[in-house]
């Protein structure tokens, strides 16, 4: 089986960081998002993967995630020319795809507790695709499978108005090399009203072809860290189900570590109480600080004279003695933020390059 990870997309929820960062290559527990769906894959097995991207996104790309060897995969980067729905990601991926069977993962979801048993049920059965299904409180924005009296799948439908239970499809769909017949001939797929060539739509197709079609339920924890207030929650999820006690920069004597921290290469702590669950990358300095719980601070950061707690810091952040607590915030690469005084809590959603003074 071959992976198929999809890193194009504007990102229009999580701006304005996503002004001059793609939401894949945000931090999340201070991993990019899209390695939770390339390490779900390789850990399933699947070695080969596409990735998608959008003119303008590949030199970043490439130069980010490189070829896949530093996962033991290998990848291709397959253009797709414009933004025109997720079936037309399958479509452009067809000269990687084709004559394998497929998992198409999307890169801004985390099947937190892997997706293997899935990927061997597709694997190992004779279906052309497999749907999965998550139970979701919200599912009227999402889209939501139909099944008839003896639970075989109908259709499913995106955001329907009135959901007959409670179950939703996420991220992540499995197909056959049956599926590319869906974008030839006077039958193929046209685009929706918005203008895109939507997934429910292929899985249609299939359907009315009568080629078998299965769903399955996930049963683990399932995020999709598309917005602010998701991305926190997503980072505290994983920090409190994945952060361990791991020193690899310095604590000086005059610091405290408590509880599960993990501190990155050449990173140092001066004079501060770093208390897990905390993830610090490489080359960060904490000064004078407190770093409280569920707080993730990426690669270069600085932080002087500082409380932060429950936050997610991108790469470069400078923070210099702030006498407010930054609490609940997501500060965007190389954002400086200085203040001069007063107490309370300073929440913030700042995007790269930003600079604050209090």
């Known amino acids: 089986m071959k992976g198929l990870v999809p890193i194009g997309g504007r990102g229009t929820r999580m701006r304005p960081v996503t002004y001059s960062v793609n ?32 003119p303008g996104q590949l030199e970043y790309a490439k130069e980010v995630l490189g070829d896949g060897r530093k996962w033991g995969a290998k990848f291709w980067y397959i253009l797709q020319p414009e933004p025109k729905g997720l079936a037309n990601i399958v479509e452009v991926a067809e000269d990687f795809l084709k004559g394998s069977r497929f998992v198409f993962h999307l890169g801004d979801n985390i099947f937190v507790d892997g997706i293997d048993d899935l990927v061997e049920s597709f694997d190992k059965g004779d279906m052309e695709g497999m749907v999965t299904m998550v139970e979701h409180e919200e599912n009227v924005r999402m889209g939501v499978p139909y099944f008839d009296k003896k639970g075989r799948l109908l259709k499913y439908v995106e955001k ?22 869906a974008f030839r001939g006077r039958n193929r797929l046209r ?20 080629l078998r079609i299965e769903v399955r339920k996930y ?13 926190l929650e997503s980072n505290q999820y994983l920090l409190d189900r994945l952060a361990e006690r791991k020193i690899l920069g ?12 993990e501190i990155g290469k050449r990173s140092r702590v001066i004079n501060s109480v770093i208390r897990g669950p905390v993830r610090i ?12 719980p569920y707080t993730s601070i990426y690669h270069g950061s600085k932080i002087v004279g500082c409380r932060v707690e429950n936050s997610v810091l991108m790469e470069g952040v400078e923070l210099d003695n702030m006498p407010k607590v930054i609490d609940n915030s997501i500060l965007g690469n190389n954002t400086v933020v200085k203040s001069v005084g007063q107490n309370g809590a300073l929440g913030m959603f700042l995007g790269e390059g930003s600079r604050v003074e209090w």
């Open 191 to 210: 685009p929706s009203a918005r203008g895109e060539y939507e997934i429910p739509d292929l899985y249609q197709w299939m359907i009315d072809k009568g």
């Open 250 to 261: 310095k604590v000086d004597k005059d610091s405290r570590v408590e509880g599960r921290v």
């Open 160 to 181: 329907p108005k009135k959901p007959p239970h409670k179950m939703a499809v996420p991220g992540l769909y499995f197909l056959s090399d049956s599926a590319f017949g």
């Open 23 to 54: 939401k894949h290559f945000i931090p999340v527990a201070n991993k990019m998002l899209v390695e939770y769906p390339i390490m779900t894959l390789i850990k399933a097995g699947i070695k080969e993967i596409g990735i998608t991207y959008n």
């Open 281 to 292: 990358g490489d080359g960060v300095v904490v000064k004078d600080s407190f770093i409280g």
């Open 219 to 231: 049963g683990g924890m399932w995020l999709d860290p598309g917005k602010f207030g998701d991305w």
